[in-house]
């Protein structure tokens, strides 16, 4: 069959040619990857198409379960990607697009990612990472030493200590969140005379052997949904994870969180840990700290803060005290492609004491061998990307009074949206910024004056029709592609507690000026004309008619 | 303070340049990048050192644990890169490093990587992924079509159904092992009559429920030990990770896997899963995988399949017939960073049933919301980059053919090496190649002559000295940086089942000829003559003398 034997002849030097001769510079993706480097933004403004189709047209591109039995070739390859998925992607790097946590990344990180995918390095182990290896122990240092402050000789005796490390690279916050909540567990049920500790007896010998019922973890409700799922994994139960209430600035209520702590203790149930948070996600507040810091001294529980957003508010002079008593913590969580402006999937766990991670530490045969200084040994995950790489390329170009100015400006700009939410008569500001993220909603002037006339039923009624405006509301802006919010469901305090739909704005890309600003309110008060959401402002009005002159009858 | 005030505005300038001015083609970065564009193979081969130096010497330039205060310049900084991380990373491409998973990169890889990062998706959600989320399902409904064979209209049905979805992408194997049996251990403890299931209950409830003392894991001994944390993590206890003996050829014995399922119904502990392993990770073998089907099903447990390296044999009509059995299992593990050759950071998990995943179901007020397509509802990370796009890319430009032409190599590779191992007198071969991967010894000729004859004690000491031989080969050849195997720790049937340190190889980068593998064996050979090794190699020929020549004296 020397026609076959041609035909695979000829396979295997296409195979050979796609590991070693790379793509010429006039081939399609030679172009398309010209002009990323030339101008990114460029790129992005020109691929991506504005207009959103619907989920149901894109999938219909990408709905064959067929691996293709043929090679394709690149080219043919590279316009189906131009056309089909960078047309329908989201361009988070645009300034309108404010409703999302992922900003516009500097530009030096696209160049820079490539060397790091270029060199392929995997983190579990020296081996294969070599110099990477210290490069992630430097910049965990670095980080820890932005959040505790320790000295000179302290990082000198642990940054490369081979048998502890000062946190774990992550491939997010979640995974973060998780591993200080492993850590926390596998502390609390230590090994202890004839007890051989949690990590290998399992959660109900733990228990028995503490003599209680259940261990909780405590959080504000404006906690994060991935402690959801880290109950779930460490065998807790969503049952224990206990979210207290918020005051009226999102904040936990200490009073409430020693009251639930109390009748955890009469119901037999250990406190794991209390959890605060350095930023939420859908408002940007901070938890007290301190407060909760002393709280968690008292009850001899691990103290853990969710920085995943708020954390390079560290880098500020005049804004890291809104984070004062996160040096108590003895762990924290740190997103670096969220405020460190790296690309999506790099996280980092910080541990105040250096020998935390023990608790999890774990062994094999052919890598993480007892004495080596391979990082896997104590992360979640195993092997892992040279990510490091562009933490630590943003801590050094950007310096920390770089990030000091993106993080003053965004603050900045978050109070000025506030001022011109606060000052238009159809918004109502849902949640004062603390940080940069602040919610709001369209609230029309009529609606807003007849609140204070209306009975609660009435109020009831308004709100639930400005739920259904809010929420069209930032579905239509979404759909037409030039600017974007995000929305939630919040409890408002000037609305009796009541959970409501408000939009929210995250304010980190640098690029984001006053004017954007203003057309986001503007697109949203034009938007509300269409033929969409008239109906439900009819609805409004005519409450608003009734609260202004109140049927007498008995109806 | 007009000069402050300068100082500021000179700042604020620089830090908008670096969101909104590319790199110059002509600046140091700049340089780097188009080298790596026009031969991203020579770039490495011109700037990793071969030569190690020490980690500690490494470490010096990564000591400090202070962010600079100060931005440093691009230019300057991708010198530091170039001199101190490039420099000292690990060639990880190189075709003469075969001792770990990590190959060589198709070159259309490294644009495509950029487009992604350019692109900065977010795949949690599809309100910043969009296309990305319709691809990302196709990519995990292609392989789960690779394992499971399912007919078209079961893929129209699900594949992109918003309640469900086909499996995870993770960050690797480890997170992709964990998510399966976080879902195996919700669906055996699911909400049945007044419980309410071990995700809002925890662990403890969960067994009194189901009244058993206890879950448990089982695997071969060569089971990954990524399950040794799932099993901490998840509650369950290392001491219920029950490591099967494994035959002659590091498959899990069946024989004793029954054994340990009835002792552990006898000890009212349930079988939580079985784990088969596709390709262990230290020696590519592969467990009766139908075998351990039946045992499945017969005890009603979850079958998880770990194929995070032979996977990819099922694209090989000649080979795939090795994984027989894992169309059965109830989830799968495969890792796109090694046989789909794909950059650092991508792992998969398919579930045979489509709605497995409602086990571990999540959502949060502001995404993930009931209803939405948002893929991060089941998975369990968070926040993920758009890796799916580059196993796309492979399974669209390679094709399935080609993939079976690179598995096809490998294991005609791993075959061609055992060859020559078998082959030389000096080296010995201690696991048979079943997929691409091998192990095997050096033992000088007069060793292998003497062990017959040796009596139980002097096999042992000849052991203990062969494993320290290795131990510094090993170390040694990695140093001098030309070529790289690893190593492990093995129990070797031919030696009465002793624990041994073994030579570990790993033949997946298509670049690596016959003649590289001659040269590491040569290399080799010329190593152990040097003067680190030379002590020992005395020490064998002594014992090698006493058992020629037994002494008859009554010592």
Not at 259 to 286: D, F, M, S, W
Not at 320 to 340: F, W
Request: some cysteine; hydrophobic content about 40%; charged content about 20%.
């Amino acid at each position: 069959m020397p026609k076959n034997r041609e035909a695979a002849r000829a396979n295997l030097e296409n195979l050979y040619r796609i590991f070693t001769i790379p793509e010429a510079p006039e081939s399609t993706l030679g172009r398309v990857d010209q002009a990323i480097t030339d101008d990114v933004a460029g790129f992005l403004q020109t691929h991506i198409v504005a207009l959103e189709r619907s989920i149901e047209e894109i999938e219909a591109d990408f709905s064959s379960p067929c691996i293709p039995e043929e090679p394709t070739y690149v080219s043919e390859y590279t316009d189906f990607v131009k056309e089909k998925l960078v047309a329908q992607s989201v361009h988070t790097a645009a300034p309108g697009f404010i409703g999302h946590m992922t900003s516009a990344l500097p530009y030096f990180m696209l160049p820079l990612s490539r060397i790091m995918t270029a060199l392929n390095q995997n983190t579990v182990k020296v081996e294969t990472s070599k110099a990477f290896t210290p490069l992630e122990r430097q910049v965990l240092a670095m980080l820890h030493r932005l959040i505790y402050s320790c000295d000179a000789p302290f990082y000198n005796r642990w940054i490369h200590d081979s048998r502890h490390a000062l946190g774990a690279f992550c491939s997010g916050g979640t995974i973060a969140n998780l591993t200080a909540l492993w850590v926390a567990r596998n502390r609390l049920f230590a090994p202890q005379g004839s007890f051989r500790g949690i990590a290998q007896e399992g959660m109900v010998r733990a228990l028995r052997h503490l003599d209680c019922d259940g261990v909780a973890l405590l959080v504000s409700r404006r906690g994060h949904y991935s402690l959801g799922k880290a109950v779930d994994l460490l065998g807790i139960g969503r049952d224990n994870l206990i979210l207290v209430e918020t005051d009226s600035r999102n904040r936990i209520d200490v009073g409430e969180l020693e009251r639930e702590l109390k009748r955890l203790r009469q119901e037999r149930i250990r406190p794991l840990a209390l959890v605060g948070i350095a930023g939420t996600t859908e408002t940007g507040n901070v938890d007290p700290l301190s407060q909760m810091a002393d709280l968690a001294a008292e009850h001899g529980c691990h103290f853990h803060v969710d920085a995943a957003w708020g954390g390079p508010t560290l880098f500020s002079e005049k804004n890291r005290h809104l984070l004062a008593g996160i040096e108590r913590a003895d762990s924290v969580t740190i997103d670096a492609h969220k405020q460190l402006y790296v690309p999506m999937g790099a996280g980092m766990v910080l541990f105040k004491d250096p020998t935390a991670q023990t608790a999890i530490e774990h062994h094999a045969a052919y890598i993480l061998r007892h004495g080596s200084k391979d990082l896997g040994s104590h992360t979640l995950e195993g092997s892992r990307p040279g990510k490091a790489m562009l933490v630590h390329a943003g801590l050094s170009i950007i310096g920390r009074k770089g990030y000091e100015l993106l993080i003053d400006l965004g603050i900045e700009r978050a109070r000025t949206f506030a001022a011109m939410v606060r000052q238009h008569p159809n918004f109502e500001l849902t949640s004062e910024p603390e940080l940069n993220i602040l919610t709001y909603r369209f609230v029309p002037e009529a609606v807003q004056q007849s609140f204070p006339h209306a009975t609660p039923e009435q109020a009831r009624q308004l709100n639930t029709l400005l739920d259904q405006l809010n929420q069209l509301l930032q579905k239509e802006q979404r759909e037409a592609g030039k600017t974007f919010v995000s929305r939630t469901r919040l409890r408002v305090a000037d609305h009796s507690g009541e959970e409501l739909t408000v939009l929210r704005v995250v304010l980190a890309n640098p690029l984001t000026t006053a004017a954007i600003l203003e057309a986001v309110l503007a697109e949203q008060c034009e938007l509300v004309r269409g033929e969409e959401i008239a109906p439900v402002l009819c609805q409004l009005e005519q409450i608003c008619a009734a609260i202004a002159s109140p049927c007498s009858c008995a109806c």
